[in-house]
């Protein structure tokens, strides 16, 4: 099975954290604990290099965008997994990123385009067509909260023609721009050619239970590219089984659980304070689980919100059936071993 068809077929894909020390330096066996984890919980694929390791990898006196996708791949190389890297920034930057993306063997690239917030379409389609004459990309709606520029439905629909396009995560966490995107790849003819993984973290299970119909087009998700995913990751994968075996009709019970996620989504996310304590939420989460030492982030000034752990503990406390605990506390020696 090639890359594309391991897309569609649906997968569950964390986007992989930065782990860190106290020094906030990289705590590289925590970095290799979590990538095991997500492995062995059923992962189908890994995202690394993405918002959830933290854009600042890439600032020079970090230099850890390399560190981090080295270690990825050297657990995951000869796991039938998707790899995929984060790529970012204008032209220049976007085609090293790349480069050093495929050379060092990941499958796909997420392409962001925040760098380029206000370019015209035929710029962005032609940024686009540069990285993908490289490698594989996997287009990316990122939500403006946290850097993202909206992208009209041109876009999308000139993107769905690029050959080299194997999937799109949508991020947007708005159902006007969701459905842009959508309808963009259902009129494009290549539905069955391009996956579209849902990134809207606020709406998981109800964007993976729904079929659009575009007068007669139809399309569904495939999967999910989630930072919410980066926790509770075997649960994650249990819920994608039970939706690909039940899909019509949507079962109550499965409604439910939707709502359940998104709450326990809004805790770890924090978008009561825009999304400033997401990082440090997730990190929260895989400390009180013992796969980090702590959620330390490369800024020290980002750091859960007023209230969060509050709320964090609230729905830890409230939805003990989306939790992972036992399974990562059975296999935690090993995988920091």
């Keep these: 099975m090639n890359v594309r068809e391991k897309l569609l077929s649906g997968l569950v894909i964390p986007a992989h954290p930065l782990a860190l020390t106290a020094e906030r330096k990289l705590d590289e066996r925590r970095q290799r604990a979590l990538t095991r984890y997500y492995l062995a919980a059923g992962a189908g694929g890994i995202a690394v290099g993405v918002h959830t390791t933290q854009f600042a990898i890439r600032d020079p006196k970090f230099a850890l965008l390399r560190p981090v996708l080295e270690l990825a791949m050297e657990e995951s190389a000869d796991k039938e997994v998707v790899k995929i890297a984060g790529v970012c920034g204008k032209r220049q930057q976007a085609e090293k990123e790349a480069e050093l993306a495929a050379t060092l063997g990941f499958d796909v690239a ?28 996997m287009g990316f709606y990122l939500q403006s909260s946290v850097g993202g520029c909206v992208l009209p ?6 993107l769905a023609e690029i050959e080299n396009v194997v999937a799109i995560k949508i991020a947007p966490f ?24 849902t990134g809207n973290d606020d709406h998981i299970l109800l964007d993976l239970v729904t079929q659009f119909d575009f ?24 819920h994608l089984n039970l939706i690909k075996g039940r899909l019509s009709p949507v079962p109550a019970d499965l409604l439910t ?53 509050e709320e964090i503990n609230r729905v830890c406390q409230a939805y003990p059936h989306l939790q992972d605990n036992s399974f990562v506390k059975e296999h935690l020696d090993e995988w920091l071993s």
């Design 215 to 238: 007068s007669g087009e139809k399309v569904r998700f495939a999967g999910g590219l989630l930072g919410q995913w980066a926790v509770w990751t075997k649960t994650a994968v249990g």
């Design 257 to 309: 659980l939707a709502e359940q996620l998104t709450d326990a989504n809004s805790a770890i996310f924090d978008p009561a304070h825009s999304f400033h304590g997401c990082i440090p939420g997730i990190h929260e989460i895989l400390r009180q689980q013992g796969l980090l030492a702590g959620r330390w982030c490369l800024d020290p000034n980002e750091d859960l919100s007023p209230g969060q752990i």
């Design 153 to 158: 439905y041109e876009f999308w629909r000139g």
């Design 174 to 197: 708005n159902r006007y721009h969701t459905l842009d995107v959508v309808r963009a790849v259902a009129q494009s003819g290549r539905a069955r050619e391009i996956a579209l993984y």
């Design 110 to 137: 997420l392409l962001s385009l925040a760098a380029l917030r206000g370019e015209p379409v035929p710029q962005l389609l032609e940024h686009a067509h540069s990285i993908a004459s490289t490698i594989p990309i």
